[in-house]
């Protein structure tokens, strides 16, 4: 897709091609919102470098919806790519530097929704244009995501070098929307307990010799004998997650998606008894989210902390919240913040239009 943007032959330094989402999820409530924050970028960089961007990317930041892709590399996951997006401005260096670089990220970090991922990726993209020579480096789960985000439609993220494939997930039809809750807690990357379960799960995925379990957890653990509790709960969540997203993937081919709800619902309750990473403030939002009409929720994230993610029927969305701010409130917590959310497609293109309105 073609996103350079330059100025017009004679144009001073100062002035501005408008802008327009032209590929991707084009008519969308989210094309307004991105785009004003594609054209606020744009003047930022022209403000600040005293010249237009040479080229204008947008990547969508993602959310797990089953699977161990963020725990385990290479672990199977269903990923939904979302209109959230990282939005990169770039341009050839000046003043000694070697590269003019904009960036402006509208999803929380730490929260759960990708989002270094989705600025990587649309700073390659945006390289690849600006040099003509895309980089030959792999692109890993959370970047072939957000390249891959369809409207309508998850992302199967298969072990390391088997690629993604997409699988449908029309949440309006079956009268479903998502919406995030960001608890604004977050975990330590050097945190003891966060390393502590990461050992589990690999001594687990070594005791089982496969990198994609699956089978009835009694056989599993009757066939690794010493792991010890730690050890044995991680296996436990990963065969058991193994067979939701096996589940949550016929469903979905079959036209089924009421029953992801469940299945996130039973996601969480592992991380949170058998992985333990879940803390007491995202337990207690799962359980008001649900309690209050939800059809499923589940922590997104590494772990301790971050957001929860919560499927519910958008005439019942604002109940939701508003059940989830008032058990924050009533358990001394903040009220989370509120990110409702669309499926997205991967990599909107930008293009100038003209100020009269005309499209590209």
Not at 17 to 32: N, T
Not at 237 to 248: I, M, N, P, Y
Not at 335 to 346: C, E, I, Q, T
Request: charged share 20%; net charge positive.
């Amino acid at each position: 897709m073609t996103a350079a943007v330059a100025p017009s032959p004679g144009a001073g330094p100062r002035s501005q091609p408008r802008l327009r989402i032209v590929a991707g999820a084009v008519g969308r409530p989210d094309d307004a919102r991105l785009a004003g924050r594609v054209e606020r970028l744009s003047a930022a960089f022209t403000e600040r470098f005293g010249r237009a961007p040479a080229v204008l990317r947008t990547a969508p930041a993602s959310v797990e919806l089953l699977g161990t892709s963020r725990w385990l590399a290479g672990g199977p996951a269903l990923v939904a790519a979302v209109d959230r997006h990282a939005v990169v401005a770039v341009g050839p260096g000046s003043a000694g530097r070697a590269l003019d670089l904009l960036v402006d990220v509208d999803a929380p970090p730490g929260a759960g929704f990708a989002t270094r991922a989705a600025e990587r990726s649309a700073l390659r993209l945006a390289l690849a244009e600006l040099h003509g020579d895309y980089d030959r480096l792999p692109w890993t789960p959370a970047e072939l995501v957000a390249r891959s985000g369809q409207p309508e439609t998850a992302v199967l993220v298969r072990p390391s070098g088997e690629g993604v494939e997409p699988v449908p997930l029309d949440l309006s039809a079956a009268g479903l929307s998502l919406v995030a809750l960001d608890t604004r807690q977050r975990h330590l990357r050097l945190d003891a307990g966060m390393a502590s379960r990461e050992r589990a799960l690999q001594r687990a995925v070594a005791a089982m010799g496969v990198s994609r379990p699956d089978g009835h957890i009694a056989d599993r653990l009757a066939a690794c004998p010493g792991l010890g509790p730690v050890a044995e709960r991680s296996m436990r969540h990963l065969v058991t997650e193994a067979e939701r997203l096996d589940e949550a993937v016929a469903a979905l081919r079959s036209g089924d998606p009421g029953r992801l709800g469940r299945l996130l619902t039973r996601s969480h309750t592992s991380l949170s008894r058998d992985l333990r990473v879940s803390t007491r403030q995202v337990d207690a939002t799962v359980t008001a989210v649900l309690e209050a009409g939800a059809a499923g929720a589940r922590m997104i994230g590494r772990a301790f902390g971050g957001a929860v993610l919560a499927l519910v029927d958008p005439a019942q969305q604002q109940e939701v919240v508003t059940a989830a701010q008032a058990a924050a409130l009533r358990d001394g917590f903040p009220p989370p913040h509120v990110l409702p959310l669309a499926l997205a497609s991967g990599f909107p293109a930008v293009r100038p239009f003209a100020a009269t309105g005309e499209t590209a």
